[in-house]
T-cell receptor, first 116, second 116 residues
Framework: DVKVTQSSRYLVKRTGEKVFLECVQD?????MFWYRQDPGLGLRLIYF???????EKGDIPEGYSVSREKKERFSLILESASTNQTSMYLC???????????????FGPGTRLTVL | QKEVEQDPGPLSVPEGAIVSLNCTYS??????FMWYRQYSRKGPELLMY????GNKEDGRFTAQVDKSSKYISLFIRDSQPSDSATYLC????????????????FGQGTILTVHP
């Protein structure tokens, strides 16, 4: 079974702090994704990575950065946390390649971040 | 206007009811369609995927796609309390050249409660 783990289930930080969210997958997947989930807005893509050291912006990258130094690990960084970044953060991974029709994203359990 | 619209509900039905969940989309570049189920305090998990117009059945679940109307549905027959979850539609576009790195666009999610 694919396993995607996230470093924390719950996190409370203060405004202005630098925050690191870690995600690890154990299935040698090429692609990794970071989403945030907010009520009424669904899942929105922040950043994704299709290879080690490669990254691309998603739909809402402002205020975030990412790092992928090893294939299995994808980190989301909030350079200076703000209250509007309070949210559920979900990491996902997928095998990558073709065919796209069967490239399933597997999700971690999420990290609920509260910024005070 | 969002690219993918989904009625957030909440939806509350008695056990045994037929449930209909729906999403509309505006971009005809979306070619692959998925339904994810998310239990409370868990990450989403893939329930069904399809890429052609018509119906696809899997047990009590039927996914329906109407590309001409840009409309997808998920039907749950004989609903059970264990079906209580948030259901998310997701779509994948295929860019020119066939690459999209597997990015998904999600609907807002519908919260479903099936009561005994």
């Amino acid at each position: 079974d694919v396993k995607v783990t996230q470093s924390s289930r719950y996190l409370v930080k203060r405004t202005g702090e630098k925050v690191f969210l870690e995600c690890v997958q154990d299935m040698d997947h090429e692609n990794m994704f970071w989403y945030r989930q907010d009520p009424g807005l669904g899942l929105r893509l922040i950043y994704f990575s299709y290879d080690v050291k490669m990254k691309e912006k998603g739909d809402i990258p402002e205020g975030y950065s990412v790092s992928r130094e090893k294939k299995e690990r994808f980190s989301l960084i909030l350079e200076s946390a703000s209250t509007n970044q309070t949210s559920m953060y979900l990491c996902a991974s997928s095998l990558g390649g073709l065919p796209l029709s069967t490239d399933t994203q597997y999700f971690g359990p999420g990290t609920r971040l509260t910024v005070l | 206007q969002k690219e993918v619209e989904q009625d957030p509900g909440p939806l509350s039905v008695p056990e045994g009811a037929i449930v209909s969940l729906n999403c509309t989309y505006s971009n005809s570049a979306f070619q692959y369609f998925m339904w994810y189920r998310q239990y409370s305090r868990k990450g989403p998990e893939l329930l069904m995927y399809t890429y052609s117009s018509g119906n696809k059945e899997d047990g009590r679940f039927t996914a329906q796609v109407d590309k001409s109307s840009k409309y997808i549905s998920l039907f749950i027959r004989d609903s059970q309390p264990s079906d209580s979850a948030t259901y998310l539609c997701a779509m994948r576009r295929v860019n020119a050249g066939g690459t999209s790195y597997g990015k998904l666009t999600f609907g807002q999610g519908t919260i479903l409660t099936v009561h005994p």
